[in-house]
């Protein structure tokens, strides 16, 4: 079993920045597609961004151009620098980790609040 936690949340004005970070235990995220969620009061939980085990990286539109995911598998460590903040980028930010050939998210955190204000 993979437990995440992450970190790194808190309150800052528009236009800085953030960086979570996920920490897994176990030793397998490196086998595992790495997520970041978000969820903003009242609405559904959203995928932010995407690191694969093979590397690739993807991101909500949303966010292209503003956050970046990396991964440290020797670290069992995932994290989400976050840039130019809004907002509308306020919402509870979750980790979560997908087995190979897994349709869904099996490893998810508990959340971490961030903040922005305007």
């Known amino acids: 079993q993979v437990q995440l936690v992450e970190s790194g949340g808190g309150l800052v004005q528009a236009g800085g920045s953030l960086r979570l970070s996920c920490t897994a235990s176990?030793?397998?995220?490196?086998?595992?597609?790495m997520a970041w969620y978000r969820q903003a009061p009242g609405l559904q939980r959203e995928l932010v961004a995407v690191s694969t085990s093979g590397g690739h990286t993807t991101y909500a539109d949303s966010v292209k151009g503003r956050f970046t995911i990396s991964r440290d598998n020797a670290k069992n460590m995932v994290y989400l620098q976050m840039n130019s903040l809004k907002p509308e980028d306020t919402a509870v930010y979750f980790c979560s980790g997908r087995k190979p050939f897994s349709r869904v998210y099996d490893y998810w955190g508990q959340g971490t609040q961030v903040t922005i204000a305007s």
């Open positions: 176990g030793s397998i995220i490196n086998i595992l597609d």
